[in-house]
């Protein structure tokens, strides 16, 4: 398949999935829940989709087991919108890439904090 259609195809599943849990679940487990990316195989039969859930593991572990009870109504919904021949099984994760980049955001905020500090020891305008 091609895969512009399918980068086209991914895309506008992780739009309606945003939609869907953002503005029509009503499971309040799903509160926190912001869908990153999502990743189809080259026969449109499978997408992966990573999300970030605001809160703590057991908050996470909560979020994904309620999309994945709600995932065969996320398909449904998604193939009344988009009318593809072909609507992929949803298989949710937990997206640790977006962890990893807010935790390199704060290293890197410290370490010019502290840059600033050690080159500014009496707390004036840097030279």
């Keep these: ?50 999300v970030t859930v605001a809160g703590e593991e057991a908050a996470q ?17 998604i193939s009344t919108r988009l009318r593809t021949r072909r609507i992929p099984e949803l298989h949710f994760e937990l997206d640790r890439e977006a962890e990893s980049t807010a935790r390199i955001e704060l290293l890197l905020k410290r370490a010019a904090r502290w840059r600033t500090k050690i080159s500014n020891p009496a707390g004036g305008e840097p030279a």
């Design 1 to 50: 398949m091609d895969a512009h259609r399918t980068e086209r195809v991914a895309e506008a599943i992780r739009e309606a999935l945003a939609e869907l849990i953002q503005f029509e679940a009503r499971d309040p487990r799903l509160a926190g829940v912001e869908v990153t990316v999502v990743h189809l195989d080259s026969g449109l039969r499978d997408a992966q989709v990573s």
């Design 61 to 77: 572990e909560a979020a994904l087991a309620a999309l994945g009870h709600a995932r065969h109504y996320f398909r449904r919904e």
